[in-house]
């Protein structure tokens, strides 16, 4: 399956956040939220380092502030666009919490490489986290935007 015109500019958004996330110190990863009905309900990026949060992964803090500003049922049937791979610890909230659409950027296999993952990393792919999951979720990725002619993470500007 394929990213859709309506995911890029959600994508292409989540690229922007990990860039700006990277330039504040952090892991580059970004996440944006979009509700059953369109409406984007939380666009965040990763703050585990500013934050000293090793839970603050740009995923996590999205569902955070959807909670927070909407309510949690509002996760419910909502789409997450994540600039890469979800890794298992957000797969699991996304899929415990309800999200049925995943748009992911980078590979984890691309990602490890350039953000130096500790050994005692662990990854599953996150089709296999949300094939577990009792509904059934769409998993799309990973999306490279070059192919769509929408510039390339970093070169966004907010
Ligand atoms: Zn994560």
């Known amino acids: ?65 959807v909670c927070r500003s909407a309510g949690q049922a509002q996760l419910n049937g909502a789409a997450i666009y994540a ?19 995943i748009v992911f950027g980078r590979s984890w296999s691309t990602l490890a490489p350039a953000i130096g993952t500790q050994a005692a990393g662990v990854h599953v792919a996150v089709g296999a986290i949300a094939a577990l999951a009792p509904h059934d979720i769409t998993v799309i990725g990973p999306c490279d935007l070059a192919q769509h002619h929408i510039d390339k993470p970093g070169m966004v500007t907010t």
Request: hydrophobic fraction near 45%.
């Open 1 to 65: 399956m394929q990213a859709t015109a309506d995911d890029l500019p959600h994508l292409r958004d989540a690229m922007s956040l990990a860039a700006r996330a990277a330039q504040r110190g952090n892991r580059p990863f970004g996440a944006v939220i979009v509700g059953t009905d369109g409406a984007r309900l939380a666009a965040a990026e990763n703050s585990a380092t500013t934050d000293n949060d090793v839970a603050a992964h740009a995923e996590m803090n999205a569902i955070r502030m």
């Open 83 to 101: 600039s890469g791979e979800p890794c298992p610890m957000c797969a699991g909230a996304i899929v415990r919490f309800g999200l049925r659409r």
